[in-house]
């Protein structure tokens, strides 16, 4: 058993290596619970998967965050876990998957829930703080430009941001590679990018994104 | 310079910055929004009206459940109704904009003048907001159907979930419901001739007929793809109805149905006919007591 990020280990089960993190609450979307364990499972969670591709960012428990496209709490709930004496704003602009979300916000103390769109951030510019992580994962065409907006805005100098892109709903005639590395670019233009990588196979032309705000 | 925050104001004064706390932080929390980046941290300033950090979090915390509850609740009651009325309007301004066309298109044979040019422009308007409208009905039912959406394209879905007249009666629709929703007209008008006991074929797909999987398949292969879509479409419906999250997979089992089908190769022409035609048989067999 070891730890790889605050509250993440990486434990032995049944002959197999699986992604938990430390947390006193119960199960939220069907994860199985391991004694003061719940499961991250990479399927389900892109930063899970990210994780176990082998890129570890050292999240700190005292990290505020600023996570857009939180939809039921899948990953809010994991990274509710990791940043135990943080915050996490947590936008998402559809309300279906944010009744179950706000059974999470209930539970924890460290869940800021917004209805919002991520494409108009000034919105809630007066709720959200300045963030030390900007985390997005939204099927959007216009992804990068929000990604971007929202981080003009919220992100710290020297903050770090990751995004989840997924090729088709950028462009979903052209191939992904082509997407990704344009994609990889166009971010590049404005912040530094720390690494980026594919999440296969647990997310199929999907790739995560790591950068910087150091420019 | 005055900034509106979740907990009321904070101002500046002779460079000093000083925060107001609102006695109504529900309204001053819906308001809270700033075109520009704040050139101060919140919580620091919040300082000055709440006794702690933890004070500051618990407060923000329990109003932001507080407001987003209320607006999650009034959401859910009014997004289908929003684009189905949207769609409709839809339909309206697209006869209205083909009438005006042809009206002027008649004037203008006649003469052209200022009355005419200005009667064009206000056509123009019209494609405009038809555009926006369109856009709209894009936006709002990707939100609320991302499966659906995903799946048959803002259009299609848009329209099925009009023809059902609500998500969740689309919700509980069988998959062979939802394949002809749309054709409605075709489906009377058949079994209308079948009752007079004449021959008639009831229609394999309504409105998702439209969709490229189907439209680009040869005739023969498009019922299969339209019965496939359709029993996805009517899963995709019941997540969208309950869930409401996107499972990327549905989608994606959609494509490679079609994929396989486009590549499947033809099988000789006679068999297969000779075959359908045996199908047809079989089912006009069990039907017929129905109908006695
Ligand atoms: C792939 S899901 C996110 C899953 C989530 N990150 C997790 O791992 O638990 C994408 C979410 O982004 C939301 N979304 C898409 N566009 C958005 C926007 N402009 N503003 C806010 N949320 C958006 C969708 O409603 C959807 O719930």
């Known amino acids: 058993m070891k730890e790889i990020i605050h509250n993440v280990y990486i434990i032995e089960r049944e002959g197999k290596e699986i992604l938990v993190t430390k947390s006193k609450y119960g199960s939220h979307y069907g994860e199985r619970k391991i004694g003061e364990f719940r499961e991250w499972i990479p399927s389900r969670s892109k930063l899970a998967a990210m994780i176990l591709k082998g890129h570890v960012i050292d999240i700190k428990p005292d990290w505020k965050v600023l996570y857009l496209g939180a939809a039921s709490g899948t990953t809010v709930s994991h990274l509710a876990d990791i940043v135990d004496e943080g915050i996490i704003y947590a936008v998402e602009y559809s309300a279906k998957p944010f009744v179950k979300f706000l059974q999470l916000a209930e539970e924890r103390r460290n869940i800021i829930p917004l209805l919002e769109d991520a494409s108009t951030p000034w919105k809630y510019n007066g709720i959200v703080e300045k963030v030390d992580f900007v985390y997005q994962d939204i099927a959007q065409k216009n992804q990068i430009e929000i990604f971007f907006a929202n981080i003009d805005m919220f992100l710290k100098d020297g903050g770090e941001g990751v995004i989840m892109v997924k090729a088709r709903s950028i462009d979903s005639t052209a191939e ?11 971010l590049g233009e404005k912040l530094e990018v720390v690494a980026h990588g594919s999440l296969e196979p647990f997310h199929k032309d999907h790739i ?8 | 310079m005055k900034w509106n925050v979740w907990f009321g104001e904070v101002v500046e004064e002779d460079g000093k910055l000083i925060a107001k706390k609102s006695s109504d932080l529900v309204e001053s929390f819906k308001n809270a929004s700033n075109p520009e980046a704040l050139p101060f941290n919140l919580p620091e300033v919040g300082l000055q009206v709440f006794e702690s950090l933890e004070d500051y979090y618990r407060t923000l915390r329990k109003i932001a459940i507080k407001v987003t509850s209320e607006k999650v609740e009034k959401e859910l009651k009014r997004e289908d109704r929003y684009v189905i009325l949207l769609l409709k309007a839809l339909d309206k301004l697209n006869e209205s904009i083909n009438m005006l066309e042809e009206k002027l298109r008649d004037i203008e044979e006649v003469k052209i003048s200022e009355t005419t040019e200005d009667f064009r422009e206000r056509i123009e308007e019209l494609k405009r907001l038809r555009r926006r409208i369109e856009k709209e009905i894009e936006d709002v039912i990707t939100k609320i159907a991302p499966n659906l959406t995903e799946i048959a394209g803002a259009v299609i879905a848009a329209r099925l979930l009009e023809k059902a007249g609500s998500l969740e009666r689309l919700a509980f629709l069988p998959a062979s ?28 797909h309504g409105i998702i007929f439209i969709h490229p999987f189907i439209r680009t398949l040869p005739k023969r292969k ?6 496939f879509m359709a029993a996805k479409l009517a899963i995709a419906a019941k997540l969208d109805y309950f869930k409401g999250e996107l499972d990327e997979s549905l989608a994606e089992s959609v494509r490679k149905k079609y994929e396989e089908l486009r590549r499947e190769k033809d099988k000789p022409k006679k068999e297969e006919s000779k075959q359908e035609r045996r199908e047809e048989k079989q089912k006009k067999k069990k039907k017929k007591p129905k109908h006695r």
């Not at chain 2, 498009?222 to 019965?227: C, I, L, N, Y």
């Open chain 1, 208 to 215: 995560y994104v790591h950068v910087r705000k150091t420019k």
């Open chain 1, 176 to 186: 992904p590679e082509v997407v990704f590395d344009r994609v990889v670019k166009e």
């Open chain 2, 222 to 227: 498009r019922g299969r793809m339209a019965r």
């Open chain 2, 177 to 204: 419901k939802i394949q002809i929703l749309g054709a409605e007209k075709s489906l009377y008008k058949a079994l209308a001739r079948m009752r007079r006991g004449k021959p008639a074929k009831t229609p394999k």
